[in-house]
């Protein structure tokens, strides 16, 4: 079975969804792999690296698409690439189904079978292909040091000739796998860290990377939805949330917000007001800009100045590095892709939930229930066969 690698066409993208390191143990599956020329390139893999792993090159999108009977990308294909999909083909990728539900429709309208790494379930089994979490882990590391070289004041505290200097205060505000990050990154630059979640859970592993956790009194275990991920709450509960965080986010150097819900707008948990009672040379990094934002006055992958407080609403974190982003992410896929294929075919055995949940289309049709739902879409007439050839 021969497995297509293009280069990412998606703005500013510079990840490739496969690294040569993986191509043997993707040879071992009965794969033969084809990578568009110079597909890693801006990810630091030229393609003399792929060759030596027994990839071949194919010169041009064209050939790589009719070549490829299986294609693992980062980012959906849309526009011009779309046209060169064909009925049968094999698509496996972060393809934002919650997010944007009709590019899932326009996939099923091209007979694609497509499998979205987002819609992997949280089981032990799947954490080798977890591709949100790898992705995220890299959007907090990066949110913490962007966050340390724009501040207008150093990080640690220092003992000097010329006094003491008291170490920034941070405060992060959603504790998941970005969450973490970040508090693990601006701990280790000297800051203290207090950190906030909804979820009453998380509060041990914040304390465990030696941040402080901030009790509001309003934390729920509702908070938390089916496979760990956060659940949207309502607006009566943000609203008390907001009223009760603020004195908390006066106090801080830097504010670091990373709360997204799935698939849904992120909750605005920072708003003009709060930013205001900020002191001057203050900052905000939004890494829920992808989202809609959890402060007020964020702009999409833009630097805002307001009430003299920076505002960065930064997109695409792991893009800025490529190198190891790349690599990550292709181990999920790897894995991902080897619990698909068996002996060089593919194996559609809807009876193991990795492959059930991830599959969004088949057969000219979106058979992912949550993203029929989002389509308006009714459910489908009669359940899938457990097992079936693609």
Not at 130 to 158: H, I, N, Q, R, W
Not at 240 to 247: L, Y
Request: hydrophobic residues 45%; charged residues 20%.
């Amino acid at each position: 079975m021969k497995l297509g690698v293009p280069t990412e066409t998606t703005a500013g993208e510079r990840r490739v969804a496969l690294v040569p390191p993986v191509l043997t143990q993707l040879a071992k599956a009965g794969l033969e792999v084809w990578v568009e020329k110079g597909a890693g390139e801006r990810a630091g893999y030229p393609d003399a690296e792929y060759e030596a792993q027994g990839a071949r090159l194919a010169l041009n999108r064209a050939e790589l698409f009719s070549s490829a009977e299986l294609v693992a990308l980062v980012h959906a294909p849309s526009g011009a690439e779309l046209d060169l999909l064909r009925a049968g083909q094999v698509l496996v990728g972060l393809l934002n189904p919650l997010g944007a539900p009709s590019g899932a429709k326009e996939l099923a309208a091209r007979g694609v079978t497509a499998f979205a790494l987002e819609l992997l379930p949280r089981i032990s089994r799947a954490q080798p292909m977890d591709a949100l979490t790898s992705m995220a882990t890299l959007s907090g590391y990066k949110g913490a040091l962007l966050a340390a070289a724009t501040l207008e004041k150093l990080y640690p505290m220092m003992i000097t000739a010329a006094g003491t200097i008291t170490p920034a205060r941070v405060l992060v505000v959603g504790a998941g796998v970005a969450g973490l990050q970040a508090i693990a990154t601006s701990r280790a630059l000297g800051a203290v860290v207090h950190a906030y979640d909804i979820r009453p859970a998380v509060k041990e592993q914040v304390e465990s990377l030696g941040a402080r956790f901030v009790e509001l009194g309003l934390e729920t275990d509702k908070a938390e939805a089916a496979g760990g991920y956060a659940q949207a709450m309502g607006e009566d509960f943000y609203r008390r949330q907001r009223d009760v965080m603020g004195k908390v986010v006066a106090e801080s150097d830097v504010v670091i917000t990373t709360a997204l819900v799935p698939g849904q707008k992120a909750p605005v948990l920072i708003t003009e007001e709060m930013v205001r009672s900020m002191r001057p040379g203050s900052l905000i990094v939004d890494l829920a800009a992808e989202g809609g934002g959890n402060c007020a006055l964020s702009r999409r992958g833009e630097t805002v100045l307001a009430h003299g407080v920076t505002i960065l609403a930064p997109v695409n974190l792991p893009s800025t590095v490529p190198h190891h982003a790349s690599q990550m992410y292709a181990r999920n896929v790897a894995a991902f892709v080897q619990n698909l294929v068996k002996k060089g075919q593919l194996e559609l055995n809807l009876d193991d939930p990795i492959v059930r949940e991830t599959l969004l289309t088949r057969e000219g049709e979106v058979v992912h229930p949550r993203v029929r739902e989002r389509l308006g879409l009714p459910a489908p007439a009669a359940p899938l066969p457990e097992r079936s050839p693609a």
